[in-house]
């Protein structure tokens, strides 16, 4: 069961990097310093606080402006959007 987790995750992954909404560093660091977003730091700092499971890693959708982070917790990948723009949570939801 968690293989197939597992995979079904780094499928998702490997699809999710060719989605040209997904933004590169360099933009993000120019939304950053254009005050158009938070920066990543503290609110990825109140993320892992407040959620449970291993850490896997953050995307940055550019057209919805939210962080998304992904965690595993008991073989099942939880994914927590967070609006970048001021920070709140937006979605959690857990994939099986």
């Known amino acids: 069961m968690r293989v197939r987790n597992l995979l ?3 499928v ?3 699809l ?3 989605s040209p909404a997904l933004a590169g560093p360099n933009d993000v660091h120019d939304m950053v310093r254009a005050g158009e977003i938070m920066p990543l730091e503290p609110i990825q700092r109140r993320v892992m606080q407040e ?3 291993e850490y896997v890693g953050v995307q940055f959708d550019q057209s919805s402006r939210t962080y998304r982070f992904r965690f595993l917790r008991d073989g099942n990948l939880i994914n927590v959007d967070v609006d ?5 949570p937006v979605r959690r939801r857990q994939s099986f």
């Open 12 to 14: 998702s992954l490997a």
């Open 51 to 53: 959620n449970r499971g």
């Open 84 to 88: 970048a723009r001021t920070g709140a």
């Open 16 to 18: 999710m990097a060719t």
């Open 8 to 10: 079904y995750f780094l």
